[in-house]
């Protein structure tokens, strides 16, 4: 894939470059605030954007900021973001865009490479790639609303996974249950939740997230 890579700090962007660089990625620009961001987004049109959230001048939102602009002018463009905690906000308003191939991990997560490199896969492919912890604090700060409250305990824990961006067969083998049994809670959740039946994984992810969102 070729990447833009933002992140003010030297030694981590470095350190990032020479790992995407080993794995066969591209680095076509690689910055350090999200003016220069966006600058080279028009300017290389990558296939992925790879931004830290906080990034000069004020060290809080810039690199959410933006990538959200990204998204707006560019939809094509994937973007994983990377952040020390779930701005929640900008970060529900980024994930719940329209369009696919977004991610947000919190940055322990970078600290396991496999799992760094896996969600930057799903969103060079489309997908959408969600930190479980950040999931957590979206459904937590929903569950106030009557619609989720519906939902059955194992319905909170499919839906959990499905906006995460697993795939039915791995909500199953995470849950131990059968492939139709997740089916079966996937679509009870659509109803419960009047959304959509959509046969695109990153369609239904996104749907989800917009409501818990709301």
């Known amino acids: 894939m070729r990447i833009v890579l933002a992140e003010d700090s030297t030694l981590l962007r470095e350190g990032l470059i020479r790992l995407l660089a080993e794995e066969g990625h591209e680095v076509v620009a690689?910055?350090?605030?999200g003016t220069a961001l966006v600058e080279a987004a028009a300017a290389k049109q990558p296939d992925v954007c790879v931004v830290d959230v906080r990034m000069p001048p004020t060290h809080t939102d810039e690199g959410l900021r933006a990538a959200l602009e990204i998204r707006e002018r560019w939809p094509e463009i994937g973007v994983l973001v990377l952040?020390?905690?779930v701005e929640k906000r900008y970060a529900t308003q980024l994930i719940t865009s329209d369009a696919g191939a977004v991610?947000?991990?919190l940055k322990d997560r970078v600290a396991q490479v496999g799992e760094f490199l896996d969600a930057l896969d799903r969103v060079g492919a489309g997908n959408a790639a969600f930190d479980p912890?950040?999931?957590r604090q979206l459904l937590a700060r929903t569950t106030h609303t009557d619609p989720l409250s519906r939902l059955t305990s194992r319905e909170v824990d499919v839906l959990r996974q499905m906006a995460e961006g697993c795939t039915n067969d791995k909500i199953a083998s995470s849950l131990h249950i059968s492939r139709s049994a997740v089916e079966k809670h996937v679509n009870s959740i659509f109803d419960k939740l009047d959304l959509p039946r959509s046969t695109s994984l990153n369609r239904r992810v996104l749907a989800v997230l917009r409501y818990l969102g709301t």
Request: zero cysteines; glycine letters at 16%; a negative charge.
């Open 133 to 135: 912890e950040v999931v």
């Open 83 to 85: 952040s020390q905690y």
């Open 103 to 105: 991610g947000y991990l």
């Open 30 to 33: 690689a910055v350090g605030d």
